[in-house]
């Protein structure tokens, strides 16, 4: 069964998702991205023949709509490379966004090394 996985970076870390994805095509090719809508942007220059639906940027609601699929069931796994040494406008959403990712217990992963531990633990054979 697919899985639909989100996707999101801070303004620093989307290069570093977007090469993340792009090492993973392939386990990722059969599975859904959802993105906040620039994170998806940079990923889909990178890596254009990957599925990729956009919610609004994070600052203007996206991490908020990401939480709400989470809490609805739609999203399976959270991939999320926040920037730990600038600070975020939207604090407050990003928090939310992590809480929700706890209180339904999906796999998330905040740096390239956790996300390739997602992929190497098989989560993405699911598909």
């Known amino acids: 069964m697919p899985l639909t996985l989100a996707l999101v970076a801070h303004d620093r870390m989307k290069p570093a998702l977007a090469d993340w994805v792009a090492r993973h095509a392939a386990d990722l090719a059969p599975h859904s991205m959802v993105c906040t809508a620039t994170t998806g942007g940079v990923i889909r220059r990178h890596s254009p023949d990957l599925a990729i639906r956009t919610v609004k940027s994070g600052p203007l609601?996206?991490?908020?709509?990401?939480?709400?699929?989470?809490?609805?069931?739609?999203?399976?796994?959270?991939?999320?490379?926040?920037?730990?040494?600038?600070?975020?406008?939207?604090?407050?959403?990003?928090?939310?966004?992590?809480?929700?990712?706890?209180?339904?217990?999906?796999?998330?992963?905040?740096?390239?090394?956790?996300?390739?531990?997602?992929?190497?633990?098989?989560?993405?054979?699911?598909?």
């Open 61 to 127: 609601g996206g991490d908020q709509q990401i939480g709400g699929m989470i809490a609805d069931g739609e999203i399976h796994a959270l991939v999320f490379f926040p920037d730990p040494l600038a600070p975020q406008a939207h604090d407050v959403d990003v928090k939310a966004l992590l809480r929700i990712a706890l209180v339904y217990d999906i796999p998330a992963a905040f740096s390239p090394a956790t996300a390739d531990l997602l992929v190497a633990g098989g989560l993405l054979a699911r598909g």
